[in-house]
């Protein structure tokens, strides 16, 4: 069974700080990466991708993957109270651009 | 800017009865996907379709079908509805927009079934 893992949380921060969420996954055949946000009663919206190994950073949020470990990050810098949301990691699986989704990480961020 | 509807935001319905969730992007997309999420299990993946009449079993089908008429709909169907579907169901589509994949979702579906 091909897996995507997270803590569930919550993980809490307060304001400024830098927020690090972590994932693993099982399927070694994944190529590509996903950070989703989730607000309460809303749906999932996309906020990184990351491909290769190493670190990707757009704004205040930076991705990093490590395949050899299996092993995906999301830092938020400088958090924010619109921050708090649930974070979803997920991969790649068995082709028609299939993901496989971890259950999310609630983050707390607070003033 | 894509958009993907999903017919309702919430929906009681009672156990035994025929539901249909209905789904509609407006930018052609090949690939379309349902998931249910619920609490301390993620999003899990129903069926997926990669084009217009064809459909492919995700990981949970068990007590649902879909049916993709167009390529702008896709729908899913609870057969005969029981108590562990009530969930919320989420529609995606998938694009690949500036060399980045996404799935872009619609705003889900709250279904309890009574």
């Known amino acids: 069974q091909k897996e995507v893992e997270q803590n569930s949380g919550p993980l809490s921060v307060p304001e400024g700080a830098i927020a690090s969420l972590n994932c693993t996954y099982s399927?070694?055949?994944?190529?590509?990466f996903f950070w989703y946000r989730q607000y309460s009663g809303k749906s999932p919206e996309l906020i990184m991708s990351i491909y290769s190994n190493g670190d990707k950073e757009d704004g205040r949020f930076t991705a990093q993957l490590n395949k050899a470990s299996q092993y995906v990050s999301l830092l938020i810098r400088d958090s924010q109270p619109s921050d708090s949301a649930t974070y979803l990691c997920?991969?790649?699986?068995?082709?028609?651009?299939?993901?496989?989704f971890g259950a999310g990480t609630r983050l707390a961020v607070h003033p | 800017d894509v958009k993907v509807t999903q017919s309702s935001r919430y929906l009681v319905k009672r156990t035994g009865e025929k539901v249909f969730l209905e789904c509609v992007q407006d930018?052609?997309?090949?690939?379309m996907f349902w998931y249910r999420q619920d609490p301390g299990l993620g999003l899990r993946l129903i069926y997926f379709s990669y084009d217009v009449k064809m459909k492919e079993k995700g990981d949970i089908p068990e007590g649902y079908s879909v049916s993709r008429e167009k390529k702008e709909r896709f729908s899913l169907i609870l057969e005969s509805a029981s108590t562990n579907q009530t969930s919320m169901y989420l529609c995606?589509?998938?694009?690949?927009?500036?060399?980045?994949?996404?799935?872009?979702f619609g705003p889900g579906t709250r279904l309890t079934v009574l």
């Open positions: 997920a991969g790649d699986s068995g082709g028609y651009n299939k993901l496989i």
């Open positions: 930018m052609d997309h090949e690939n």
């Open positions: 995606a589509s998938y694009r690949l927009a500036g060399g980045i994949n996404e799935q872009f």
């Open positions: 399927d070694r055949g994944s190529q590509s």
